[in-house]
Structure formats: structure tokens, C-alpha cells
């Protein structure tokens, strides 16, 4: 409002006592005014929304196929508490870049499961609905985390859901179900993905040798590449 009140002097000063000079500030003035509102109500433009975390927050910044489920499994937080925290009106509705800023403490925690999935590496991904905005992805609500000690198949079933017979036959070409898994190529964990293709995921910053966040992984570069598996030599 104040570039608004400063341009309005400069403009009359320009133009004082001219007709046509009162006609162009009426003009440029309602021009800016247009672009002024159309900033404020763009969806998702909001200042909160994009902006930077507070030193004692998580920053996260949201990639293709993320929900704010899966975000919140990951850190330990309910979905509730996230959107609330975020002042996100619709939690089916986040944005590829927009920051999610995740508190370090808070009573927002879920429930983690134990033994090789943990609060940070739990991330739950389910096929996706019909898309209705160019850079929004709807999901339905994701599965819990896997239940401990539950076998390499079972978590496979659970995040590729339809799709869970294939990619076990994938994974099991791949590297016999094994998590710990290494070839000399770089290839590691179930499903062997390359060190420079496990970079372009969600779970860059977790172990490929944890099987959960493989399998993720592995399900996030599926549902990119159109729901095929031309990255893996093995076929289903």
C-alpha cells in the first residue's frame, strides 16, 4: 500500500495540471491495483506458505507424489498437526517446492514402528487419484507404517498396493528380496537403484539399505516414469 500511495505522488507530480496527465494516472493506478489483488489471492501464494522455517523447525520442501501424511509419518507428526502448524486450510492440497515447516518438539507425534523403519524413514505412498491441477497431486489417505519385523514382500505389497505382484518379481530378479544388497556398479538394496536415481527421491537422505525407504523409493521413480520399469533391467 505504501508503493501504491508513493507511485500515486510521483505520478501527480509528473503530470500536475495536465488532463491527460490526470487520465493516465487513473489508468496506471488501476492497473496496479489489479495486480496488486491478483498477487494476494493467487492459490498458494500466501507468505506463510512459502516461507522460510524458523531455526528450531525442519524445513521441508515438497516433491512430486508427497502428501502431507507421508510427510508427517516420516517426522513423526500427525497429518493434523502439520496443517495446522502450516496454516494449511485443505491437507489434500500441497504444492511441488512449498515448505512444510515441521517442529523438532510438539504433541503432534504418531505412533513409529519399531525395528528397521523408524519415525524418519516411514513414508507411506498409495496409487494416485486423477489429477486436477498441473503441480497438485491428490492421494488418498496412505497405510500405516509397516507393522516390525514385517517381511520384505508384505512392504512391497503395501506401497505399491495393485501394482505389488510385479514389483516383487522386480525386486526379486533384482537382488533376492535382500536389502543389503550391493552390486559393483553402485546398485544397492532391493531394488537396486543407482546412487545418481536414489539422489532424484524423497529418500536421498536415508540408507538405500533400509528395505522400507527403498521400496519407497523404487515406487516414487515407478510412478514417474508413467507407471513402467524401464529404469530396472529385470521386468516383471
Same mark, same amino acid.
Given at each position: 500500500?505504501?508503493?501504491?500511495?508513493?507511485?500515486?505522488?510521483?505520478?501527480?507530480?509528473?503530470?500536475?495540471?495536465?488532463?491527460?496527465?490526470?487520465?493516465?494516472?487513473?489508468?496506471?493506478?488501476?492497473?496496479?491495483?489489479?495486480?496488486?489483488?491478483?498477487?494476494?489471492?493467487?492459490?498458494?501464494?500466501?507468505?506463510?506458505?512459502?516461507?522460510?522455517?524458523?531455526?528450531?523447525?525442519?524445513?521441508?520442501?515438497?516433491?512430486?507424489?508427497?502428501?502431507?501424511?507421508?510427510?508427517?509419518?516420516?517426522?513423526?507428526?500427525?497429518?493434523?498437526?502439520?496443517?495446522?502448524?502450516?496454516?494449511?486450510?485443505?491437507?489434500?492440497?500441497?504444492?511441488?517446492?512449498?515448505?512444510?515447516?515441521?517442529?523438532?518438539?510438539?504433541?503432534?507425534?504418531?505412533?513409529?514402528?519399531?525395528?528397521? &523403519? *523408524? /519415525? @524418519? $524413514?516411514?513414508? !507411506? %505412498? #498409495? +496409487? =494416485?487419484?486423477? &489429477? *486436477? /491441477? @498441473? $503441480?497438485?497431486? !491428490? %492421494? #488418498? +489417505? =496412505?497405510?500405516?507404517?509397516?507393522?516390525?519385523?514385517?517381511?520384505?514382500?508384505?512392504?512391497?505389497?503395501?506401497?505399491?498396493?495393485?501394482?505389488?505382484?510385479?514389483?516383487?518379481?522386480?525386486?526379486?530378479?533384482?537382488?533376492?528380496?535382500?536389502?543389503?544388497?550391493?552390486?559393483?556398479?553402485?546398485?544397492?538394496?532391493?531394488?537396486?537403484?543407482?546412487?545418481?536415481?536414489?539422489?532424484?527421491?524423497?529418500?536421498?537422505?536415508?540408507?538405500?539399505?533400509?528395505?522400507?525407504?527403498?521400496?519407497?523409493?523404487?515406487?516414487?521413480?515407478?510412478?514417474?516414469?508413467?507407471?513402467?520399469?524401464?529404469?530396472?533391467?529385470?521386468?516383471?
Amino acid at each position: 500500500m505504501q508503493t501504491y500511495q508513493h507511485m500515486r505522488m510521483c505520478l501527480q507530480h509528473f503530470v500536475k495540471g495536465s488532463l491527460v496527465g490526470k487520465f493516465s494516472i487513473g489508468i496506471a493506478l488501476g492497473l496496479l491495483l489489479m495486480v496488486t489483488t491478483f498477487f494476494v489471492n493467487v492459490p498458494g501464494a500466501s507468505a506463510h506458505a512459502w516461507a522460510t522455517c524458523s531455526r528450531s523447525d525442519y524445513s521441508y520442501r515438497v516433491v512430486a507424489g508427497d502428501t502431507l501424511s507421508g510427510i508427517g509419518y516420516r517426522y513423526g507428526k500427525s497429518w493434523s498437526g502439520l496443517a495446522s502448524y502450516n496454516h494449511i486450510v485443505n491437507p489434500n492440497l500441497i504444492y511441488v517446492n512449498q515448505i512444510v515447516c515441521i517442529p523438532v518438539h510438539g504433541a503432534n507425534n504418531t505412533v513409529s514402528a519399531q525395528g528397521q &523403519v *523408524t /519415525q @524418519k $524413514s516411514a513414508t !507411506t %505412498y #498409495v +496409487a =494416485p487419484q486423477k &489429477v *486436477t /491441477q @498441473k $503441480s497438485v497431486t !491428490t %492421494y #488418498v +489417505a =496412505p497405510l500405516p507404517a509397516p507393522v516390525a519385523n514385517g517381511s520384505v514382500a508384505a512392504m512391497i505389497y503395501q506401497v505399491f498396493g495393485g501394482y505389488g505382484s510385479a514389483a516383487i518379481n522386480v525386486a526379486r530378479c533384482e537382488s533376492g528380496l535382500n536389502p543389503g544388497a550391493y552390486n559393483p556398479s553402485g546398485a544397492a538394496g532391493v531394488f537396486q537403484i543407482m546412487p545418481g536415481t536414489w539422489a532424484g527421491t524423497s529418500e536421498a537422505g536415508q540408507s538405500p539399505y533400509n528395505a522400507f525407504t527403498n521400496i519407497v523409493a523404487a515406487h516414487q521413480i515407478f510412478v514417474r516414469d508413467g507407471y513402467s520399469w524401464r529404469e530396472w533391467t529385470c521386468q516383471p
